[in-house]
């Protein structure tokens, strides 16, 4: 569930000028939510083709294995009222909607997340029938709005539904089952009805509706919810983790203070969403919306969200997120809900400063950072980014541009990315799909011709996991998974068809690592010990003990294969308190001697407060709001670390006291858009910091010294491609570079004007060096990179010295000189 909201949710956005309550979902026309596509991302929160502005935020981890995230999600092209806010939820997609037939096609709406839904289309037009069950897929009308993600876990086609109408057996589920290319599964058996308010609250057409009942995650355990409903909107009272065996592993509980929620767990974590009411007119008729005004958890800064209404018509939008600690973010609107401009405070004093501005055009959008550098994002008719291209005052500089699917079968799929400069193309990345959306080939090509290709292959069992790689050079890589899950048991890597290295793993009943085996066998099983000479293998055995610590590990023994038989080379204990937290780590040798004791204590936000190392000595630190590190005192010295905080969260100094009354202390300087400028060191010397157009350090100015000299300066050039082209050392020498696609260099050019020239193979390993002298190093290499031989010659191309390895798995076991002697 988590794979397919964190790869963007791909969604169908519902307004409220064009809905009615008793929607006809055969008419709607389905677009991409405002956090859908990266591309398209600026600042981390405005959608450059919509102008929507969005968030995302953890407000909650439990401190668990399988941990439970709480996700809050804002949209605000989004008008579907969530159980914390309207336009905003929470990352669990916890509804689907009955059958709605229409002229062609049955059509259905399945949550991506609470607040956002995905159209399905039925290929049948009839009624369910004999079967008692229809297949849905999401609607082609979606799919084809493009998404740059390259795997099949993330396609949409591969998300399908099963809706049935009768069971024939106490087995069925009834009536959802939802599965995704990752191979999640999800069964939606709780029904509500969705009548009037409702209905026009949550933006779904009126009937029976299902909530989300279980989840099958990808590595076999199991979530469960139950719901209870504010002012009519379902919200998940109790979420329930279970291992592969149904044992418990963490849970989360919901309760309601009125109209507000606190979600909460039983190690005393937990977040509560503060509501108010706002009201608008629409069709006629006032309609009071909650909006999420207030966020409080107990592991993070609080935040406060103000909203406004642009007018009577229209739905109120977060406009400023205020956090705890004076950090304030400001989006401003135009009269079509777009953002026109960002701000948000920066430095000691909370400056309020305008970081971006946006302009919106035909199919182009304009968007200027604080410092001048501006990007156009040039967009085609379906909202798929087609260019986005960066300037430098009036002139463009680099131009990427994306090239998307348009056949049946993989329209909207990204089929080439090509990055061009005003002197021509770059570099193309071209990609080649499977029917399940996996990429099979990625073939690079560049300015010159030159082309490298990786193969890709892939499980055919739901989960679309990668199975086999082969890389530019034969290099090739093949997986294996438990049955039934995503859980990787092999890692095979081959050099001329044979196994050469091998990773293998074991898992227990909660999906955890159990067994790791490292060895050089060439048998696919862990028993068969064949042309092994070392063998490395970690042993995890978990706390079985019901609580926070259930199922972490408890031991962890490291052992060898010594003359045929593995040996104990050493092994770990930890310990944990009642809320999770590792309090004691015991490191013991293979005799059960104790070597090493770590302590630690913690706050209620899971913060180290304490820590003894292994050698005695104990460190105590405080924290802000923020959980940054605030004081760092080592008992033991006396030496304690003060460390200073603007309202952005950036390190800006730190003072150091010492026991006889020193005080030392460091400043860093940054600019409007939170890059460091300068930073002054206790001695009171200060290093400057210049930027090119792509954000990398181009200038390093060395503090002030004594003497004619004065400051030093070192310059580093980069390329559109943001690779290194040329260095100036403090002495002014001028080094320059000649780069491949992959960044590796093939000339140099040095202070004094020799060359020398450097070549490497499709794979991309270095096969020679051609030296300012004439003379040259050449080298012959195995598929994994690795030098079987390393041969010097001089300017007549005469052998002087040659070095022949041989390897065995990982490491290399014999080395003959030129001379014969062989080590």
Same mark, same amino acid.
């Given at each position: 569930?988590?794979?397919?909201?964190?790869?963007?949710?791909?969604?169908?956005?519902?307004?409220?000028?064009?809905?009615?309550?008793?929607?006809?979902?055969?008419?709607?026309?389905?677009?991409?939510?405002?956090?859908?596509?990266?591309?398209?991302?600026?600042?981390?929160?405005?959608?450059?083709?919509?102008?929507?502005?969005?968030?995302?935020?953890?407000?909650?981890?439990?401190?668990?294995?399988?941990?439970?995230?709480?996700?809050?999600?804002?949209?605000?092209?989004?008008?579907?009222?969530?159980?914390?806010?309207?336009?905003?939820?929470?990352?669990?997609?916890?509804?689907?909607?009955?059958?709605?037939?229409?002229?062609?096609?049955?059509?259905?709406?399945?949550?991506?997340?609470?607040?956002?839904?995905?159209?399905?289309?039925?290929?049948?037009?009839?009624?369910?029938?004999?079967?008692?069950?229809?297949?849905?897929?999401?609607?082609?009308?979606?799919?084809?709005?493009?998404?740059?993600?390259?795997?099949?876990?993330?396609?949409?086609?591969?998300?399908?539904?099963?809706?049935?109408?009768?069971?024939?057996?106490?087995?069925?589920?009834?009536?959802?089952?939802?599965?995704?290319?990752?191979?999640?599964?999800?069964?939606?058996?709780?029904?509500?009805?969705?009548?009037?308010?409702?209905?026009?609250?949550?933006?779904?057409?009126?009937?029976?509706?299902?909530?989300?009942?279980?989840?099958?995650?990808?590595?076999?355990?199991?979530?469960?919810?139950?719901?209870?409903?504010?002012?009519?909107?379902?919200?998940?009272?109790?979420?329930?983790?279970?291992?592969?065996?149904?044992?418990?592993?963490?849970?989360?509980?919901?309760?309601?203070?009125?109209?507000?929620?606190?979600?909460?767990?039983?190690?005393?974590?937990?977040?509560?969403?503060?509501?108010?009411?706002?009201?608008?007119?629409?069709?006629?008729?006032?309609?009071?919306?909650?909006?999420?005004?207030?966020?409080?958890?107990?592991?993070?800064?609080?935040?406060?969200?103000?909203?406004?209404?642009?007018?009577?018509?229209?739905?109120?939008?977060?406009?400023?997120?205020?956090?705890?600690? +004076?950090?304030?973010?400001?989006?401003? $609107? @135009? #009269?079509?809900? /777009? &953002? *026109?401009?960002?701000?948000?405070?920066? !430095?000691?004093?909370?400056?309020?400063?305008?970081?971006?501005?946006?302009?919106?055009?035909?199919?182009?959008?304009?968007?200027?950072?604080?410092? +001048?550098?501006?990007?156009?994002?040039? $967009? @085609? #008719?379906?909202? /798929? &980014? *087609?260019?986005?291209?960066?300037?430098? !005052?009036?002139?463009?500089?680099?131009?990427?541009?994306?090239?998307?699917?348009?056949?049946?079968?993989?329209?909207?799929?990204?089929?080439?990315?090509?990055?061009?400069?005003?002197?021509?193309?770059?570099?193309?990345? /071209?990609?080649?799909?499977?029917?399940?959306?996996?990429?099979?080939?990625?073939?690079?090509?560049?300015?010159?011709?030159?082309?490298?290709?990786?193969?890709?292959?892939?499980?055919?069992?739901?989960?679309?996991?990668?199975?086999?790689?082969?890389?530019?050079?034969?290099?090739?890589?093949?997986?294996?998974?438990?049955?039934?899950?995503?859980?990787?048991?092999?890692?095979?890597?081959?050099?001329?068809?044979?196994?050469?290295?091998?990773?293998?793993?074991?898992?227990?009943?909660?999906?955890?690592?159990?067994?790791?085996?490292?060895?050089?066998?060439?048998?696919?099983?862990?028993?068969?010990?064949?042309?092994?000479?070392?063998?490395?293998?970690?042993?995890?055995?978990?706390?079985?003990?019901?609580?926070?610590?259930?199922?972490?590990?408890?031991?962890?023994?490291?052992?060898?294969?010594?003359?045929?038989?593995?040996?104990?080379?050493?092994?770990?204990?930890?310990?944990?308190?009642?809320?999770?937290?590792?309090?004691?780590?015991?490191?013991?040798?293979?005799?059960?001697?104790?070597?090493?004791?770590?302590?630690?204590?913690?706050?209620?936000?899971?913060?180290?407060?304490?820590?003894?190392?292994?050698?005695?000595?104990?460190?105590?630190?405080?924290?802000?709001?923020?959980?940054?590190?605030?004081?760092?005192?080592?008992?033991?010295?006396?030496?304690?670390?003060?460390?200073?905080?603007?309202?952005?969260?950036?390190?800006?100094?730190?003072?150091?006291?010492?026991?006889?009354?020193?005080?030392?202390?460091?400043?860093?300087?940054?600019?409007?858009?939170?890059?460091?400028?300068?930073?002054?060191?206790?001695?009171?010397?200060?290093?400057?910091?210049?930027?090119?157009?792509?954000?990398?350090?181009?200038?390093?100015?060395?503090?002030?010294?004594?003497?004619?000299?004065?400051?030093?300066?070192?310059?580093?050039?980069?390329?559109?491609?943001?690779?290194?082209?040329?260095?100036?050392?403090?002495?002014?020498?001028?080094?320059?570079?000649?780069?491949?696609?992959?960044?590796?260099?093939?000339?140099?050019?040095?202070?004094?004007?020799?060359?020398?020239?450097?070549?490497?193979?499709?794979?991309?390993?270095?096969?020679?060096?051609?030296?300012?002298?004439?003379?040259?190093?050449?080298?012959?290499?195995?598929?994994?990179?690795?030098?079987?031989?390393?041969?010097?010659?001089?300017?007549?191309?005469?052998?002087?010295?040659?070095?022949?390895?041989?390897?065995?798995?990982?490491?290399?076991?014999?080395?003959?000189?030129?001379?014969?002697?062989?080590?």
């Amino acid at each position: 569930m988590r794979l397919f909201f964190a790869f963007l949710l791909l969604t169908t956005a519902i307004f409220a000028n064009s809905v009615e309550f008793d929607l006809n979902l055969e008419t709607e026309l389905p677009t991409l939510a405002s956090e859908a596509e990266p591309l398209a991302t600026v600042a981390g929160s405005v959608n450059a083709i919509s102008g929507a502005y969005f968030y995302q935020e953890t407000d909650l981890v439990t401190p668990t294995i399988e941990p439970i995230v709480l996700t809050r999600s804002y949209d605000s092209m989004g008008e579907i009222q969530g159980s914390i806010g309207f336009g905003v939820g929470l990352q669990f997609p916890i509804l689907a909607t009955g059958c709605q037939k229409g002229k062609y096609h049955a059509y259905a709406y399945v949550s991506a997340r609470e607040g956002q839904h995905i159209l399905m289309r039925s290929g049948h037009k009839e009624s369910i029938g004999e079967s008692h069950k229809r297949c849905f897929g999401v609607d082609p009308r979606l799919q084809k709005k493009g998404c740059s993600s390259l795997s099949g876990k993330a396609n949409l086609k591969n998300f399908r539904g099963t809706l049935r109408k009768k069971a024939y057996n106490a087995k069925d589920k009834l009536p959802w089952e939802v599965t995704q290319g990752d191979g999640t599964k999800r069964r939606y058996c709780q029904a509500f009805e969705a009548e009037g308010e409702r209905a026009k609250e949550l933006r779904i057409q009126k009937g029976t509706c299902y909530l989300l009942s279980e989840e099958i995650k990808p590595n076999g355990n199991r979530i469960k919810f139950t719901y209870d409903y504010v002012w009519g909107i379902p919200f998940i009272k109790t979420l329930e983790t279970f291992n592969r065996t149904g044992k418990l592993i963490n849970r989360l509980d919901c309760n309601r203070f009125g109209k507000d929620l606190r979600y909460h767990t039983p190690t005393g974590d937990y977040v509560h969403y503060v509501t108010q009411s706002l009201e608008y007119r629409r069709d006629h008729e006032s309609i009071t919306g909650r909006h999420l005004k207030f966020i409080a958890p107990s592991q993070k800064p609080e935040s406060t969200i103000n909203s406004y209404k642009p007018s009577q018509k229209k739905p109120a939008r977060a406009y400023a997120i205020h956090k705890q600690g +004076g950090f304030e973010q400001i989006a401003d $609107y @135009d #009269d079509k809900g /777009r &953002v *026109t401009q960002l701000t948000h405070t920066v !430095g000691l004093n909370g400056e309020k400063v305008r970081t971006h501005t946006f302009n919106y055009g035909d199919n182009l959008t304009y968007v200027k950072d604080a410092l +001048g550098h501006r990007v156009n994002y040039v $967009y @085609d #008719d379906e909202k /798929r &980014v *087609t260019k986005i291209v960066r300037h430098n !005052g009036k002139k463009w500089f680099r131009s990427d541009e994306f090239q998307w699917g348009e056949d049946p079968w993989n329209e909207g799929w990204l089929k080439e990315k090509c990055v061009r400069t005003p002197s021509g193309v770059e570099y193309t990345k /071209r990609y080649a799909y499977d029917k399940r959306g996996n990429v099979t080939k990625e073939t690079l090509i560049d300015k010159e011709g030159s082309t490298y290709v990786t193969h890709f292959e892939y499980t055919d069992d739901g989960f679309n996991s990668v199975s086999r790689t082969i890389r530019p050079g034969g290099l090739e890589h093949r997986y294996s998974y438990l049955p039934g899950t995503n859980l990787k048991t092999h890692e095979l890597e081959f050099l001329n068809g044979q196994i050469h290295r091998r990773k293998l793993f074991s898992y227990d009943d909660n999906a955890q690592v159990s067994e790791m085996i490292e060895d050089d066998g060439n048998g696919l099983e862990p028993e068969d010990l064949s042309d092994v000479t070392y063998r490395r293998v970690q042993k995890i055995f978990a706390v079985e003990k019901e609580g926070a610590a259930f199922g972490k590990p408890q031991r962890v023994e490291s052992l060898a294969l010594q003359d045929g038989a593995l040996v104990l080379l050493n092994f770990t204990e930890y310990i944990y308190d009642d809320k999770g937290n590792n309090t004691e780590i015991k490191v013991f040798d293979s005799r059960g001697a104790l070597q090493t004791l770590t302590l630690k204590s913690y706050d209620h936000r899971h913060r180290v407060t304490s820590m003894t190392d292994p050698y005695g000595v104990t460190t105590v630190y405080e924290y802000n709001h923020q959980n940054n590190k605030t004081l760092e005192t080592c008992l033991a010295s006396g030496i304690s670390i003060q460390y200073h905080y603007d309202v952005a969260n950036h390190l800006i100094g730190t003072t150091t006291r010492y026991p006889d009354g020193d005080i030392r202390e460091t400043r860093i300087e940054y600019d409007i858009m939170g890059k460091k400028i300068a930073e002054t060191d206790a001695y009171g010397n200060t290093t400057t910091y210049g930027y090119d157009l792509f954000d990398n350090v181009s200038q390093v100015i060395a503090p002030e010294t004594e003497g004619p000299e004065g400051l030093k300066k070192v310059e580093t050039v980069y390329n559109v491609l943001n690779q290194v082209i040329a260095d100036i050392d403090a002495n002014g020498n001028l080094t320059r570079y000649e780069r491949n696609i992959f960044g590796e260099i093939t000339k140099k050019i040095l202070p004094d004007g020799t060359v020398e020239t450097l070549t490497y193979a499709p794979s991309g390993h270095l096969e020679s060096v051609h030296y300012a002298d004439s003379s040259k190093t050449r080298y012959q290499r195995d598929a994994a990179g690795r030098p079987t031989e390393k041969a010097f010659y001089d300017e007549n191309d005469t052998l002087l010295s040659q070095e022949n390895y041989v390897y065995k798995g990982e490491h290399l076991i014999q080395k003959t000189e030129l001379s014969g002697l062989t080590t």
